[in-house]
T-cell receptor
Framework: SQTIHQWPATLVQPVGSPLSLECTVEGTSNPNLYWYRQAAGRGLQLLFYSVGIGQISSEVPQNLSASRPQDRQFILSSKKLLLSDSGFYLC????????????FGPGTRLTVT | GENVEQHPSTLSVQEGDSAVIKCTYSDSASNYFPWYKQELGKRPQLIIDIRSNVGEKKDQRIAVTLNKTAKHFSLHITETQPEDSAVYFCAASGGTSYGKLTFGQGTILTVHP
């Protein structure tokens, strides 16, 4: 069966510090991968999605970037965090683009102080 | 791109009553409509979905209906239980948002014992 991991689970970082969140998927090949942010417990905003290694699409201009160095690894990064980057970051995967179910990882709760 | 509106934003029912959450979407080419349940501090979990070639789908106490002409779909929960209390999100994908889910803003459902 497929499993999706995210780490760390929680993170407290000062403004201006760098960020690296990691997501890995097991039990499937060539997944579509997604990064979402959820603020204040409501509303999922799609940040990035990837259909293959090195292929990243950005949904909104922001202080964040994403990379996919391996087939089942997706990384969310920032060079300098802003207060507004605080939130619950969720990685998700799907098998088929367009009509595939998306399954979420456990999430990383980021607090920027 | 796709826009999904979800109503109501909060819903309070007594145990055993039914609950209905409604969503409308804007892109007539969208063809996949999942519903997610998110408990406090947890990841969203896919509970049911429907595709555009189906008008209704049931799974025990939950059902989803789709009206493609009117571009709206609904989640129905019967015989509600306190453990149904959570935030529910609808989403849509396909068409011009191929491979990406656009989420509604969520409904906080509270089931009182």
């Amino acid at each position: 069966s497929q499993t999706i991991h995210q780490w760390p689970a929680t993170l407290v970082q000062p403004v201006g510090s760098p960020l690296s969140l990691e997501c890995t998927v097991e039990g499937t090949s060539n997944p579509n991968l997604y990064w979402y942010r959820q603020a204040a417990g409501r509303g999922l905003q799609l940040l990035f999605y990837s259909v293959g290694i090195g292929q990243i699409s950005s949904e909104v201009p922001q202080n964040l970037s994403a990379s996919r160095p391996q087939d089942r690894q997706f990384i969310l990064s920032s060079k300098k965090l802003l207060l507004s980057d605080s939130g619950f970051y969720l990685c998700a995967w799907s098998v088929l683009a367009g009509e595939g179910e998306q399954y979420f990882g456990p999430g990383t709760r980021l607090t920027v102080t | 791109g796709e826009n999904v509106e979800q109503h109501p934003s909060t819903l309070s029912v007594q145990e055993g009553d039914s609950a209905v959450i409604k969503c409308t979407y804007s892109d007539s080419a969208s063809n996949y409509f999942p519903w997610y349940k998110q408990e406090l501090g947890k990841r969203p979990q896919l509970i049911i979905d429907i595709r555009s070639n189906v008008g209704e789908k049931k799974d025990q106490r939950i059902a989803v209906t789709l009206n493609k002409t009117a571009k709206h779909f609904s989640l129905h929960i019967t015989e509600t239980q306190p453990e149904d209390s959570a935030v529910y999100f609808c989403a849509a994908s396909g068409g011009t948002s191929y491979g990406k889910l656009t989420f509604g803003q969520g409904t906080i459902l509270t089931v009182h014992p």
